[in-house]
Every structure is written in structure tokens, then in C-alpha cells.
């Protein structure tokens, strides 16, 4: 067994280390753990250019879109392939907006489940879309108009869904969504019952329009994986909450922020970083399968995280940790990446830690179903292989003889 690769990355077999059988194997065969560099599908939707630090969405740079756009003409985008005019973009709104509300057997069951010490609102969220799912009529129609259908009522009740978990936690009833609101404006009204300022609005939206869409990242190949058995979209994005929920991915904006905490001050932040190397752990928040250099949405996030007069203090936390940081590992392709500056805004927007990854799904759902979509329109189950590297042929025996 030789590593190609760092770590256990890249494993090459061969016949004679690795196998004892009689069985018959190739002679030689790598094992790529994390899929690293399987190509699923040929893809219109977008594109991560991990060397030049670039992120496309049919064909427009994400920073162009962050800085021009609105959340819902994004996700049209990368749905439709197109920007949206005028029409296009009234009908989608209406669209979204006539999907916003929750039934009311969601309050009711989140309310009786929602532990306030353990549950996590990933967690809540996941079995929020699970129910949603059971309450949908047709789940199984997989004709893309059916799932369009569905699509559209996942992005448009994520935030609904959310800003309930923020004010269950809270004790505060639920906010009923204004549909005099944009989809980004009104996430925010009903996550603190008053409209927000146009500014911070605005913040949200370039954070969620910079996650809505990121290639075959763990979450969306789980979403896209699910579907493609032709399950339905509801259980397609409950395995990508699910998988968007873990700390090596989407969890890590929430990990970043409680460290910053535990830093205190921008004086901690060599001996933060001497630590981390001693005891041989990650630092949350850099390091990226693809982007071998400053992932471009942590740019645009650090920009605006820059400005935000009540997060001064974590801000110099973190622009000190990233200087630090890259100065030790940089020449290793470990920058920051998008979960690494986006804490800071939406604690800044009032959103508790532990939702922070939750704001990430609403988000990403654009891009999940984009994804599933273009898939699904040359549809081939999925069916990696592993190496068995067991034994043949044991004896078996009965339980009494066991050692
Ligand atoms: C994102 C991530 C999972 C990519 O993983 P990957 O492509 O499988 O890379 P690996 O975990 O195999 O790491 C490759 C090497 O870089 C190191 N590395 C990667 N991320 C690191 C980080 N954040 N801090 C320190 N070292 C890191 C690993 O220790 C490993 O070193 P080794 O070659 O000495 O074993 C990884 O960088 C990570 O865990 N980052 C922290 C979590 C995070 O921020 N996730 C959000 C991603 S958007």
C-alpha cells in the first residue's frame, strides 16, 4: 500500500500487499478516498476554479452577482440557466412568496420536540423538510414540473422554517411571512418581527447568493446521490441538510465563531495557532478540497465583515488568525474559505451560533436543486465501489464456542 497523496488520501493496492484471497483483483487499483477528483456529471450550473480562486454560476463570476443581484434572480439563474427579465422575475417572486408560509403541523411538531439544551436547529430543520415532505401531495411525480414545483417550496420555506426554530428557542411565537417582503427582507422580519434595515438585508443577501451554489460538494452530492435512486426532492434535501450539518462542512461557520470566542483577544491568536499545530488539529475555517488559495466568497464576506462597526472586535480576531494562518500554511494551499468570515455577519444580523449553518441550507437549496435537476435530466443511479480487503471463507462458530 503506498500513499500517493497526503495522508490516507490516495491509497494504491496492490494484489500482494493488500489482498489474501482467491479472489480475482486487478493488479493494481486506487482507492481515492472522499471521491477526490471523480467526475459525476458535466455541469452548466457552475464552475470552482480551485487554483485561480474563481466561482462561476452559469457563466457570471460570483462576485459580479453578489455585488448586482438579488437572491431570487441567483436562484433562477442557476435553475433556468438564465437571468430572469422582468416577467420571468415577477412570476418566480409571486411564486416563492405564495409558497412562504408553514403549515401549521410543523409549529406544532417542532414545538413539542425543540429541547432547548440538546436540540440542534440543523437537526430541527432536517426533520422540519422530512415533515414537509409528508404533508406534500405527489412527492413521487419526479417530471421536472413536479419537482419545480416542490423546488420552489423548499427555497421559499427554509426561512419560515428557520426564523420559527429562532423564535421557538426564544420563547416568541412564530412571525407570519409578509408578502410585501423580498424573500431576503422578509427572513429577517420574520426572524425579529420588525423589517430590517435595507443594509442589513442586503448583507444577508450577498451572503446567501455567495452559498447558493458550490459544484459537487459533499452536501449536493448527497442531494443529488438520493435522488437519483428517482427518490423524492423532500428526502434529497433532508441527506444534504443532513450532510451540509457536519463540521468538515457547512458546521464549520459555527465551530469558527465559538473560537474566535475562545481566543478572546487578537493577543491569543499566535498561541491559538502554535496549539493547534502541536496537537496536530485542523483550525476551522481554512482548507478546502478544491480552492488552493483564497476562496473568493471569504474575500467578499471579509470585505463586508470589515464594516461592521458592532463585530470590531471579532473582526480583528479573525483578520489577525487569517494573516497567522495563512503565513503557516498558506504555501500548502490552506486559506480561508467561505465558513470563515460569514459567522461574523450573522452574528451581526442576530442569528444565534448554532443556526448559523442552517442560514448556509436556506441558501444552498437554490443550488441543490439546480443540481438535482440537471442531473436528473440524464439520470444514472449511483454506485461507487469500495475494496473488500477482508477474509474468505472463515469458519463459522456457534455462539456457546466463541471466545
Ligand atoms: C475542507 C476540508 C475538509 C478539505 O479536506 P480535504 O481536501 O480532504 O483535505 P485533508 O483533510 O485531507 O487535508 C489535507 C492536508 O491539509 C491539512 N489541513 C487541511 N485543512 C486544514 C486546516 N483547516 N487546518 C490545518 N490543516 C489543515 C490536513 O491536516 C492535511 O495535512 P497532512 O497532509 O499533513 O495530513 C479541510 O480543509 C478541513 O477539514 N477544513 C476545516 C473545516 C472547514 O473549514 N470546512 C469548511 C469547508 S468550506
Same mark, same amino acid.
Given at each position: 500500500m503506498s500513499k500517493e497523496k497526503s495522508g490516507v488520501s490516495r491509497q494504491l493496492l496492490t494484489k500482494e500487499g493488500a489482498f489474501t484471497s482467491d479472489f480475482e483483483w486487478p493488479l493494481t487499483l486506487l482507492v481515492d478516498k472522499g471521491l477526490d477528483g471523480a467526475v459525476t456529471n458535466k455541469s452548466r450550473v457552475g464552475y470552482v476554479d480551485g487554483d485561480k480562486g474563481r466561482l462561476i454560476y452559469q457563466g457570471y463570476p460570483v462576485e459580479v452577482l453578489a455585488e448586482n443581484a438579488d437572491y431570487e434572480e441567483v436562484a433562477?439563474?442557476?435553475i433556468f440557466g438564465k437571468l430572469p427579465n422582468e416577467q420571468e422575475y415577477v412570476e418566480f417572486s409571486q411564486n416563492l412568496k405564495a409558497n412562504r408560509k408553514m403549515p401549521v403541523e410543523v409549529v406544532k411538531i417542532m414545538d413539542i420536540i425543540y429541547d432547548h439544551e440538546h436540540s440542534h436547529p440543523m437537526s430541527l430543520?432536517? +426533520?422540519a423538510v422530512s415533515v414537509l415532505?409528508?404533508?406534500?401531495? $405527489?412527492?413521487?411525480?419526479?417530471?421536472?414540473? $413536479?419537482?419545480?414545483r416542490m423546488g420552489m417550496h423548499l427555497i421559499a420555506i427554509l426561512p419560515t422554517v428557520i426564523?420559527?426554530?429562532h423564535r421557538l428557542r426564544l420563547g416568541l411565537k *412564530?412571525?407570519?411571512p409578509d408578502l410585501n417582503l423580498k424573500h431576503v427582507e422578509n427572513f429577517l422580519y420574520m426572524l425579529h418581527g420588525k423589517k430590517p434595515s435595507a443594509r442589513d438585508a442586503r448583507l444577508l443577501e450577498i451572503s446567501m447568493i455567495l452559498h447558493a451554489d458550490h459544484g459537487m460538494n459533499a452536501s449536493t452530492l448527497t442531494a443529488v446521490a438520493t435522488s437519483a435512486s428517482l427518490s423524492d426532492l423532500y428526502s434529497s434535501i433532508v441527506g444534504a441538510i443532513g450532510s451540509l450539518k457536519g463540521p468538515l462542512h457547512g458546521g464549520a461557520n459555527e465551530v469558527v465563531l465559538k473560537e474566535f470566542l475562545k481566543i478572546k483577544s487578537v493577543d491569543h491568536v499566535k498561541e491559538f495557532v502554535a496549539e493547534k499545530a502541536a496537537k496536530k488539529e485542523k483550525i476551522m475555517g481554512f482548507g478546502h478540497r478544491i480552492y488552493k488559495t483564497y476562496d473568493p466568497r471569504a474575500a467578499?464576506?471579509?470585505k463586508y465583515a470589515s464594516k461592521l462597526n458592532d463585530e470590531v472586535e471579532m473582526f480583528k480576531i479573525a483578520e489577525v488568525l487569517d494573516r497567522e494562518v495563512v503565513a503557516k500554511y498558506g504555501s500548502r494551499g490552506i486559506? *480561508? $474559505?467561505v465558513d470563515f468570515y460569514s459567522g461574523i455577519i450573522y452574528r451581526h444580523l442576530g442569528f444565534e451560533i448554532n443556526f448559523f449553518? +442552517?442560514?448556509f441550507a436556506a441558501a444552498r437549496v437554490a443550488g441543490w436543486l439546480a443540481r438535482i435537476l440537471e442531473y436528473r435530466a440524464e439520470n444514472r443511479i449511483f454506485r461507487p465501489r469500495d475494496v473488500y480487503v477482508g477474509e474468505f471463507n472463515k469458519e463459522f462458530t456457534v455462539r456457546e464456542k466463541r471466545p
Open positions: 433562477y439563474l442557476l430543520l432536517r +426533520t415532505g409528508v404533508l406534500q401531495k $405527489n412527492v413521487m411525480d419526479t417530471s421536472r414540473e $413536479n419537482e419545480l426564523a420559527a426554530l *412564530p412571525v407570519e467578499v464576506l471579509k486559506y *480561508p $474559505n449553518t +442552517t442560514i
